[in-house]
């Protein structure tokens, strides 16, 4: 089974995010910086504009649960590398918002794609692991691209050369992840898989056509049963002493095989409306795709708004931009780590196991009866407590006293880093559990709202935090996720109740 795949084909989008070439990129193209902001990030503004990146998988996601994970795939590869090699030869600002719309939307596709191929490899009790594996690259990835881009700037003293070799470098490693794709990585998808296998039965039987063996012997069974013996013969077949008895209304019938999905699927057209217009339908009819969708979208807005605070504050301290950037990739490495971890407490025998009441200790017994491990709910426990990671980082990185940020900004960012890994880890973990056929739907509106305020944020860093001050600015984010944790709680508690009304979401736990 190709598992390690998912994992790394979200670990080279993520990780292109060229946050120091802002300088190289306004002396280049004779921009202003605020534009340049936008310009290097496809991957909360797909190239040009907030929420073009996000627009993508809502078309790409859904479609791969028709036709198949793999074509995706590759075709956003394609895109993503090429386009990347086109931004180095680009010799305006107008082709460059193309080329970097592009890459945007090739890069869009993984981080979506990716939580489906999960959903398909891994039954539910056993996800955890690569989800957590998958979620700690994609931060590590987010936080190793300004980090490699810093050191370009840094160490090439000819600016041109320092932004070309940021799209070089970023389009050899997406042709050599292209072909680990095409070798590497084999179809996933369970509907498709059977529609590939039915096709290859029924060219089998073709064949025998051809060759003379023509289906099998059906039996017309009358509505009444009565007098059945009458219509029965018996027959000796030539050169054989065996005597066959077969009844006279027996037909040849030929044999073909049929994918339920395959005949219920609507024209092609009908098709793609449904697929573009289904994460939009979870996103503003299912609570849990809205509220996750939200507390995920301004944990990523964060994310990426630390990536533009570290040079709007350190544009001349290349020590502390690789002090914070080293955080944060050390923050995702223990994250991960950590939530692996968090698997195996939820298969501990005594909250998880077939045991007598009695014979449990009271601690087990009052969390097998409170928090079971079995219920979807059981991805949030450890979240409503990492969680709180995120604003307790913010409030230390921004509040802490000037003689000390070199050192409590970075740590504060790395712990922030670390609470939105976990509210990224419980984001995939609970979509995929809750709706597990349309996982990707599911997920791709989720990416949806995080990736148009995560393309707002940083745009709007320099103006925030100039008008309202380090402090207040960190008071208004942390205020603001302090109160969106409480998101992972209400679910916990009600969110038995709150999936009882869903409609879709029982359908899909009946299937």
């Not at 195996?344 to 025998?349: A, E, F, V």
């Not at 409503?384 to 740590?411: D, K, N, R």
């Not at 976990?422 to 996982?439: C, I």
Request: charged share 15%.
């Amino acid at each position: 089974m190709p598992r390690p795949p998912p994992v790394r084909i979200t670990f080279q989008p993520a990780a292109g995010t060229e946050r120091h070439l802002t300088g190289a990129i306004m002396h280049r193209y004779n921009a202003y910086s605020i534009l340049c902001w936008n310009l290097l990030s496809p991957f909360e503004s797909n190239g040009s504009r907030p929420g073009r990146f996000a627009i993508a998988p809502m078309a790409l996601a859904p479609i791969s649960e028709i036709w198949g994970r793999r074509p995706v795939f590759i075709f956003a590869g394609i895109v993503f590398m090429v386009f990347q090699a086109v931004c180095s030869v680009m010799p305006n600002l107008a082709g460059m918002l193309i080329a970097r719309f592009f890459v945007g939307v090739g890069g869009s596709v993984f981080s979506s794609v990716v939580g489906g191929v999960i959903a398909d490899l891994w039954h539910k009790e056993e996800r955890n692991t690569p989800m957590a594996l998958y979620s700690g690259f994609v931060l590590f990835g987010t936080g190793l691209g300004p980090l490699v881009a810093a050191a370009l700037v840094n160490d090439l003293d000819d600016d041109t050369l320092a932004w070309k070799w940021s799209f070089w470098h970023q389009a050899i490693l997406d042709g050599v992840l292209l072909i680990a794709i095409l070798v590497l990585f084999k179809e996933t998808r369970g509907s498709v898989l059977l529609s590939r296998k039915a096709k290859k039965l029924n060219q089998w039987y073709e064949e025998l056509e051809k060759a003379g063996v023509y289906g099998v012997w059906v039996t017309d069974v009358p509505e009444e049963s009565s007098d059945c013996s009458s219509a029965s013969s018996v027959k000796t077949m030539p050169g054989h002493d065996t005597k066959l008895e077969y009844n006279r209304d027996r037909r040849l019938q030929r044999i073909r095989w049929l994918v339920e999905a395959d005949e219920q699927r609507p024209p092609l057209r009908k098709m793609m409306a449904t697929s573009v217009m289904r994460p939009f339908y979870l996103l503003f009819t299912e609570p849990v795709v809205f509220w996750f969708s939200l507390w995920a979208a301004f944990s990523w807005a964060v994310l990426y708004l630390s990536f533009s605070i570290v040079p709007y504050l350190y544009s001349d301290n290349y020590n502390m931009s690789m002090r914070v950037y080293v955080a944060m990739m050390a923050s995702a490495i223990i994250a991960t780590v950590v939530g692996i971890l968090q698997e195996n407490l939820m298969k501990h025998p005594l909250w998880s196991g077939q045991f007598d009441e009695k014979e449990v200790p009271r601690f087990w017994q009052f969390m097998r009866k409170h928090f079971p491990a079995d219920s979807p709910e059981a991805r949030l426990y450890f979240t409503c407590l990492t969680a709180l990671l995120l604003p307790a980082g913010l409030f230390v990185a921004f509040l802490s006293p000037i003689s000390t940020s070199h050192y409590t900004q970075a740590i504060g960012i790395g712990f922030a880093n670390w609470g939105i890994y976990s509210v990224y880890l419980a984001t995939f973990n609970y979509l995929a559990d809750t709706y597990h056929l349309y996982a990707s739907s599911a997920l791709a509106a989720q990416s949806f709202c995080r990736n148009v305020l995560g393309g707002i944020f940083p745009v709007l860093t320099g103006i925030m935090f100039d008008n309202l001050g380090l402090r207040n600015a960190g008071c208004v984010l942390g205020g603001i996720a302090t109160g969106l944790t409480l998101i992972p709680w209400v679910l916990v508690f009600f969110g038995a109740r709150i999936r009882a009304r869903s409609k879709f979401a029982i359908s899909l736990q009946k299937q």
